[in-house]
Every structure is written in C-alpha cells, then in structure tokens.
C-alpha cells in the first residue's frame, strides 16, 4: 500500500533527523519525545491524506482517456499475455483484456426501478448506469448521485478468450425478452438477455432484487471459454482523503486479498474465492458463490487500478450485488459479505469498533450519541492505565526542579546523570515511561476510528442535532466543532501537568491546539470524527480533574505519613 509506505517513510525521516540532533537521547524525557511524535505523525498523516490524493482525484478525472485504453484499443493479433508463469485462467483473461467495447451509439434494453435505485442495462448486456435514489446521497443541487463512471468497463461485460469472437460479441447486441421497464420496487423482477453469436448464443437471465442484490444465470449454446466482471469500481466519492479503493477477494481459506487503485501486479489470481469486490468509499459491484467458489482473476489497467473478472463456463451461476456498502443490507444477504466493507490498514481494529458502533446505533437510533457513548467506553476501558500514567506524570511535574539540577551538575557525564535520575524515579515511586503506555494506545484507537467515521456508508446522512449537525459524514458548517476542539485541548493543558524543561518545546505544544483548530477548520474532516474528538478531550478533562484530586490526598497522605516518621 504505497499511501501507507510513504507515510512510513516520512516518519522515518522526521524521527531520524531528529536522533541525529541529539533530541531523542534521554530516557528521562520520553513522555515528550512521545507527545513530540504523537504531533508530527499527525500533522504527516492529516497533510498527506489531504495532499497527495489530489493526485489520484486528478486521476479519477483523467480516466476517460485512460479506461478507453483499457477498454477500446483493438484486440492485437498476438496475445497480450506475456507472464509465462502466470496460472492459466490470468493469461487468458489478459489476452481476453483488449478486447474492442463500443461506447458510442449505446442503446437502453431496460431500465430497472426500485425505491431506492436506478439501472440501466445496454445492449452488450452491461449494467450502464446506476443512479441512487435515497436523499442522503443527493448532491449539493440536489441532483442523484451516479456511481459508474462512463468511460469504464461496466459491470456483467463479458470477454472471450477467443480474439475474433470477443470482436464480434462487441459489435452484435442482446435481446430482451418481455418488458423493458421494470419495476422491483416490491419484489424481484426477472430479464432474459440473449446474443446470438456466429458460433454460440450467450443467455444471460438475470433477477434483480429490490435492495441492489440480483441472482445472473449464464449459459452459452456451446463451450466457449469467456470471463464476466463486476466493472471498474464504482466511482461514488471524489473527496481528498487517505482513502481506500480498488479490488477485495475472500478466498475459500478466509483470508482476504485486497489490492488498492495503484497496486495491481496484474498477475493477482483467487481461485476458488467466496466473494470478490470492486470498491469505492461508499459503494461496491460484487460478485460471489460461496458454494462452488470463484476463480478469480484482477488485470492490471494503464494506470495500475485493477479490474477483477470472475472464469465463466457453460452454466454458470452467481450472486452479486450492487450499491451502497451498508452493513445491514450486505448482512441480510450473507453475513460474510460484510466483509466487503473495507477499512484499509487498520481494519483488525475498525471492524470491530464498527460492530459495536452499529450495536450502540441500533439501541439509541442515533450516530452522533453513538459516537459520544463509544468514546465514553473507551475511556472506561482505558482509564486503569491512564489512571497510573497520569499519576506517573503527576510525580514527574514535582520533580522537575530535581531533574533539572541533576540535569545541569551531571551534564558533562550522561551515565551518572541516566544513573542519578534513576534512584530519584525509583526513590520516589516514578516511572518516566508511566505517561507513554495511554498515548500509546491511543493512536490506533484514534486511526482506527477514523477510518470507521471516513468509510462507514451509514453516517451519510446521519443527524445528531438537527438544525446544526445534519451529516457526520461532512465537515461542521458552521465550525463548532474544530472551534470546541481547539478550546478543550487548551483547557486540558492547562490542567494536565508537564515536565517540560525545553522552552521552545513548551511553546509549541502551547499553540498546538490552536494550530490544531484551525488545521480542522481549513481541512474538511468528517463531523463525526471531529465528534469523537471533542468529546475525548472532554472526558480526558473530567478524568484529569478525577486524577488531581486523587493525588492531592496521595500527597497529602505521603506528607503526613513522612511527619509520622519524623515525629516517632
């Protein structure tokens, strides 16, 4: 995943640069160091995320000419395939991969209608058009939102190993059966397409479901080796975010192949797969069978994107779905088919917060005190660890002054000084490290979740106080929010004690939240995520004040035992 290689990488950088300086050398200043790297992996993963998919948004608009590459360019007389080790079933669908497509002069066999979409299916037998009928999807002008792209390969498009077939089969369109308005708004509808080739006749029988789901049965006349797609991932979301898109394959033994716009080798081959899935942020073509399986095959396009295509045969049988990735639909059609709905690098972590996010959703009906009871469990569960890390920074803020003289008397002998400070920590029941361990843990808490507030489908359009927050898939209009964040991580520096001995550092960390706020108001995170945010820092507050007082009577207890012993 290049996204995550180079974000590594800039880390590598910053912290490296940093060694060579001599910042990151003493042990006793690691709750700084950590605070020092929690700020920069932010700024980096906030200023890539927002930068560097320009690239690929620029990309997504250049796609015309570079799917109709793909798509349009003759088929050559010589095989494509060039990989000798590749498994039979890729180097057939390679060569089957240029095949000539018209995208001209397109005619409408039908269109299907239910109450939440729209599809219109072309006279190669393709799903051409798929528009989302619900309101939460609906542009700023109020206008349906489309998610297949128009110069891309389309969903149930089908190649023929054989060249001069493949040619013919784009030239020759279907037939439709019966009635080419369909309704499925209250059950499911069955079309019959049929394409009568020179050497074979393709049937294509195809019952769509209301909420997106459809059974495609096909038979050819005749054996005819050939390869189906679910099409070009649909293109639903153009925002700058580090998001994940491109191809998802479950094989038969669970484990997920997922290989991202950019990524594909071209050589990526799943036999006996349950499910594959082209993916976008918010939507997904997928196909599965998961009682005969898929051989599964992703071509590589011109810019690197793959495109998956599924080996047919004589009869051949699948499932498949195309729409939103929502947890509830995909569940009602196989369970395991929520596992499409992809959260990239950290979704060992996303998926089950996820879960229990839909489970608090579900018992309170609504996102935004989801997220605000979320947070609050979190902090529950963490609160053991952040109890005695902050009480360890509490002991810390009193010694200071003692570090700093030891600091200054020993400063030309690190061992003695590493030596002295150890006997003040262990003397006084320190632990330099006892602040990091909550940090720590909160960084992929943190990305995690964000990952879950950028992809879940479910938060467009979700409402936590109507008039103001009426989508926390979308920045805050008014900037509450950021403005609320900022404000709260002010206030909890100025409770939370600090051992700071470097004024320069001191004063970074003084305009952070400033910086901070501002960086949430120029960049549009999702309100939901910004959420999650104030309301850690709020609690943090309230656990903080908890902590204080709790060590101004250990404080006062230890006082009062030392004038004990004193008196005795």
Known sequence: MPRFNTYNTILS?????????????????????????????????AGYAYLFPQQNETQAVDQTAQSQQTSNTPAPTTPTASNNNAAPVAAAAKEASNAP????????????????????????????????????YKDAEGKNLHIIGAQEVRPLEIRFSDVALNDEAFKTPYTIAGDTNIDVGSSAQTIILTQKLSS?????????????????????????????????????????????????VKGA???????????????????????????????????????????????????????????????????????????????????????????????????????VLLWINDHVGNWGWAIILFTLLVKLLLFPLSYKGMMSMQKLKDLAPKMKDIKEKYKGDPAKMNAHMMEMYKKNGANPMGGCLPMVLQIPVFFALYRVLLNADELQGAVWIPGWIENLAIADPYYILPVLMGASMWFQQKITPNNFTDPLQEKIFQFFPLIMALMFIIMPFPSGLVLYWVVNNLFTIGQQYVINNAYKKYKAAAVAEHHKEKDS
Do not use: C, W
């Not at 910053?14 to 929690?38: P, T, V």
């Not at 729209?118 to 798929?130: L, P, T, V």
């Not at 909420?211 to 639903?236: E, K, L, Q, V, W």
């Open 253 to 355: 033994d669970d484990v997920v192949l997922t290989v991202e716009d950019g990524d594909a080798k071209g050589d990526e081959v799943v036999k006996n797969a349950k499910f594959t899935s082209a993916f976008d942020r918010y939507a997904a073509s997928m196909f599965y069978n998961f009682e005969k399986g898929l051989n599964v095959s992703i071509l590589k396009q011109t810019d690197d994107n793959p495109l998956i295509f599924v080996e047919g045969s004589q009869n051949l049988h699948l499932g498949a779905y195309i729409g939103p990735k929502q947890y509830d639909i995909l569940h009602a059609i196989n369970p395991e088919l929520t596992d499409t709905i992809e959260f990239g690098f950290f979704t060992f972590l996303s998926r089950p917060f996820f879960k």
């Open 200 to 248: 074979v006749t393709v049937t294509k029988k195809i019952i769509m479901q209301p909420n997106g789901a459809y059974d495609i049965d096909i038979s050819t006349s005749s054996p005819a080796p050939y390869f189906i797609t679910p099409g070009h991932r649909p293109m639903a979301d153009t925002s700058m975010y580090m998001l994940v898109r491109g191809a998802l």
């Open 101 to 136: 497509v018209a995208t001209s002069n397109e005619k409408v066999l039908a269109t299907i209608t239910s109450n939440v979409y729209k599809m219109n299916i072309d006279q190669f037998g393709r799903i051409s058009e798929y528009e989302l009928l619900e309101e939460k």
């Open 13 to 45: 950088a910053i912290f490296n640069d940093y060694r060579i300086k001599g910042i990151l050398l003493e042990q006793q200043d690691l709750n700084k160091r950590l605070i020092l790297a929690l700020v920069l992996s932010f700024f980096v993963f």
